[in-house]
């Protein structure tokens, strides 16, 4: 977590942490219906592959 300046938010107990994670999920939701997104995991990493600045030699140097 990061506050409005970006620093790094340091908690004094695991009981502050936890409540302040709890309280963003609630803001976002916890949980969404994979179902809604109506989209194949591998649609998905194509998409996201597309959209990295990667070197053209960057995944044949992962293959090899």
Known sequence: MA?????????R???DAEQAADAE???????RDP?????????????WYAAQ???AYTMQNCIT
């Open 35 to 47: 179902a809604a997104w109506q989209i194949t995991f591998g649609e998905y990493a194509s998409g």
């Open 3 to 11: 506050d409005e300046g970006g620093d790094v938010i340091r908690f």
């Open 13 to 15: 107990t695991l009981r």
């Open 25 to 31: 999920e609630a803001e976002f939701g916890a949980w």
């Open 53 to 55: 600045d990667l070197a």
